[in-house]
Each structure stands twice: as structure tokens, then as C-alpha cells.
């Protein structure tokens, strides 16, 4: 018998609850969500949800994160940037291909969801935000030093491309025109690979034209 009191190969019962949860908020999403109810859906109560995951804004936050892991092309978005032998601007476009993937649109629909909820509760959903502000943009600037973009031009270019992500996507979620929003990032990549290239010689960020 385990730590979590479960046989050996037997799933943890956190782990099992996780994975319920995830189950859950991909089919009903969490804007109606309360401890009780999920706790009654997934065969368990409130308060043993309490016990694993200290909050409901905690074990969303960790459903969030196990979610996004169901969905390759979108984990592997942000693998495509550390391929430093292919052009900066494929990688930029095959990023985006990753994380506009079809199949990613329930992950992209919960996403921003729980983004809304966390604009709404200041304070309750902190570590969630503390990973948006700073997960992605982290990767690019790291992709964009690897380039030889110095600081500070790479972390003011990456958190840039973050942002242009953040909004494609919901332009995509909005329109349901995954062409027309692949066609405009092309012409955006093109161009912010460029002044990358331009950061690179001359160690500032170049401005949007």
C-alpha cells in the first residue's frame, strides 16, 4: 500500500479526482461550477476536494493546466520555437499552427473562460494568472535570445508576439475563419521576424510599422 493509501499501479486518488475534474470542466466548462456539484458529478464531496486542492480556484487552475496536456498540437506550439536550426519565422508560423489546431478549440474555449473568471476575482486565481502573464512569454524571450536578441529588446519583443497570440485566439474563437486569421498572422510573422533580425544587430526592439 502507497502514501495515498492505494495498491501498487492503482491510480491516487488526487490523481483520480484531477482527472474527473478535467473530465468535467471540457464538457460543462466552470462558469456555473461549485465544489458541491462537481463533487457530486465525479462520485465524491466538497470537502474532499477541499482536502486535495485547497480551493476551487486551485483545482481549476490545476485542471486547466492537466487539460492542455490532452491536447498535443497545442503543447507542442511552443516546442516548434526551440528548433534553432529552421528560420525564426517558420517557427513563428508553426507555433501558431499548434495552437490553432481544430482540435484545440475546447482547450481555447475553457482557456478563456477561466481567464474571464479570474478578470472578475481578483486575488482568487493569482497563480493562474501568474502562469498566462508569464509561461509563454518566458519560452519566446528564451527562443529570441537563442536568436541573439539581447535583453531587454527580447523580452519587450516576446511579450509582443504573446499578446498577438492571446487576441488571434480569440479572434479565432469569435470568427470560426481559421484562414482568414492564418492569413493575417503570416503577414505579422513575416514582419515581427524582421525586426528581430533588426533587434539582433543593433540591440533595441524595433517599432511596429
Avoid at 60 to 70: D, E, F, K, P, Y
Wanted: proline fraction near 4%.
Amino acid at each position: 500500500m502507497g502514501a495515498d493509501g492505494v495498491g501498487a499501479g492503482a491510480e491516487p486518488e488526487r490523481d483520480r479526482l484531477l482527472r474527473l475534474t478535467v473530465d468535467y470542466v471540457l464538457e460543462h466548462g466552470v462558469a456555473d461550477m461549485t465544489l458541491r456539484g462537481l463533487g457530486r458529478a465525479i462520485g465524491t464531496n466538497n470537502r474532499m476536494l477541499l482536502y486535495y486542492f485547497g480551493s476551487k480556484e486551485q483545482l481549476i487552475g490545476q485542471a486547466l493546466n492537466v487539460a492542455s496536456q490532452r491536447f498535443p498540437a497545442f503543447t507542442a506550439a511552443m516546442t516548434a520555437l526551440d528548433d534553432s536550426g529552421t528560420p525564426l519565422v517558420e517557427r513563428l508560423l508553426a507555433a501558431w499552427r499548434g495552437i490553432a489546431a481544430p482540435e484545440n478549440l475546447p482547450f481555447l474555449r475553457l482557456f478563456f473562460e477561466i481567464f474571464g473568471q479570474a478578470a472578475h476575482n481578483p486575488g482568487r486565481f493569482d497563480d493562474f494568472l501568474a502562469r498566462v502573464g508569464h509561461d509563454w512569454t518566458n519560452q519566446v524571450t528564451g527562443a529570441l535570445r537563442a536568436e541573439g536578441v539581447p535583453d531587454p529588446a527580447a523580452g519587450a519583443l516576446a511579450r509582443e508576439v504573446v499578446a498577438l497570440w492571446r487576441g488571434l485566439q480569440f479572434d479565432l474563437l469569435s470568427t470560426g475563419d481559421a484562414a482568414a486569421v492564418a492569413a493575417s498572422y503570416a503577414a505579422t510573422a513575416q514582419a515581427f521576424a524582421r525586426r528581430c533580425a533588426a533587434a539582433s544587430e543593433n540591440g533595441v526592439a524595433q517599432p511596429a510599422s
